[in-house]
């Protein structure tokens, strides 16, 4: 099973980057997916969550109204808009699927299962 980020890149602030997360080795149609980040020298921390029929989303405060997650089943992809980056959006971008069937949305890095290595975004002010 393999999650594999990819997408991230320099971009300057204001732009826009797109972020995919595709699946292989098991489908993860019916389960709830996030995206954590991590930048350097912090802690890993949650950025958005989607449920397992992408009918429910939740965006960290940080990037409400700019980032939006979203999902294609069919491709078992899990995707993140990220518009108007800021500098501090600077971050490794991990991917995460939960194991639980039907599930909804978590916040929690603890009740994701299966994660990607990362993709490195970086926001030059």
């Known amino acids: 099973v393999q999650l594999q980020a990819f997408g991230g890149g320099l971009v300057q602030a204001g732009g826009s980057l797109r972020l995919s997360c595709a699946a292989s080795?098991?489908?993860?149609?019916?389960?709830?997916m996030a995206w954590f980040r991590q930048a350097p020298g912090k802690e890993r921390v949650f950025v958005a969550t989607?449920?397992?029929?992408?009918?429910?989303?939740y965006n960290a405060d940080s990037v409400k109204g700019r980032f939006t997650i979203s999902r294609d089943n069919a491709k078992n992809t899990v995707y993140l808009q990220m518009n108007n980056l800021k500098p501090e959006d600077t971050a490794i971008y991990y991917c995460?699927?939960?194991?639980?069937?039907?599930?909804?949305?978590?916040?929690?890095?603890?009740?994701?299962?299966?994660w990607g290595q990362g993709t490195l975004v970086t926001v030059s002010s």
């Open positions: 995460a699927a939960d194991d639980t069937v039907y599930g909804t949305t978590y916040t929690d890095p603890g009740r994701y299962d299966y």
């Open positions: 080795g098991r489908t993860f149609t019916n389960h709830p």
């Open positions: 989607i449920s397992w029929s992408g009918g429910s989303t």
